[in-house]
């Protein structure tokens, strides 16, 4: 009776390979749904706004909108902080997968980033100024987005649903 073992076998083989493929196709038919934070501060005006794009748990894509008033930065005007702003900008450009960019204006900084996970270089982005990873995140490649609600929401950021963020006054 081998023959009848091998055929049984041979089977489930088979199906297990089918759920395989079933959770490999599930992964990526996942809806990608987003979850935005915000950190506002009126009296010191800054207002930072984050997007995360994710399926399941994995964040695929993130964009950063920032706005940071010259007194937060600890200055008065634009020439103050151009040139420590513009080396740190400067880090973010040519890195596969990111785009970032600042504008100066009257009362303070924009920068918007967006970062595209599946194209990205983990361990350039590891090096970025105001970058968290973590050790896990450049062995796995990956962006956990209950790691990131949790990192955040430690850091005084409230989850924004609905994209009704708040507007400094």
Avoid: H, W
């Amino acid at each position: 009776g081998n023959t009848m073992k091998k055929g049984y076998f041979k089977q489930l083989l088979i199906s297990f390979l089918a759920i395989i493929s079933l959770i490999i196709l599930g992964a990526c038919g996942a809806q990608e749904k987003t979850m935005s934070f915000q950190r506002i501060d009126q009296s010191l005006q800054y207002d930072l706004r984050l997007t995360y794009y994710y399926k399941g748990d994995t964040v695929t894509k993130q964009t950063t909108n920032s706005f940071l008033s010259y007194k937060t930065l600890g200055a008065t005007k634009k020439e103050d902080v151009k040139d420590r702003i513009d080396k740190a900008s400067q880090m973010y450009q040519n890195i596969k997968g990111i785009k970032e960019k600042v504008t100066y204006e009257e009362k303070g900084v924009k920068e918007t980033v967006e970062i595209n996970f599946n194209k990205v270089d983990f361990d350039k982005l590891a090096t970025l100024p105001g970058m968290y990873t973590d050790k896990n995140t450049r062995k796995s490649k990956k962006i956990s987005m209950k790691a990131s609600k949790e990192l955040l929401t430690s850091k005084g950021f409230k989850e924004i649903t609905d994209g009704k963020f708040e507007k400094l006054k």
